[in-house]
């Protein structure tokens, strides 16, 4: 569970990358403080889009952009399209 702005969010895929990271810091005999950063977003943005189906009814979509650490230039970023991918899982991707 990664405690994200406030709030707690989880998913499997989300777990899996933050005891991959927890190791790698281990390993490398770095200071907690690192798991720290590591894991925690510089900055979510949270958008809802409306987008006017055939139907003629207004049905919104959310997306997220989750942005790490830009101190070695530009974010790396990607876009996925998928009713079940949750803002969990792009932490886990960032």
Not at 21 to 31: M, Q, T
Request: net charge negative; glycine share 8%; proline share 6%.
């Amino acid at each position: 569970m990664a405690h994200i702005s406030g709030a707690y969010i989880t998913s499997a895929f989300l777990e899996n990358t933050l005891v991959a990271i927890k190791r790698g810091v281990e390993l490398a005999n770095l200071p907690p403080e690192f798991f720290e950063a590591l894991t925690r977003p510089q900055r979510i943005l949270v958008v809802n889009i409306p987008v006017k189906m055939d139907n003629g009814k207004i049905q919104f979509f959310e997306g997220y952009r989750v942005q790490h650490c830009d101190v070695l230039g530009p974010f790396k970023g990607g876009v996925r399209f998928h009713p079940e991918v949750t803002l969990a899982d792009d932490v886990a991707l960032a």
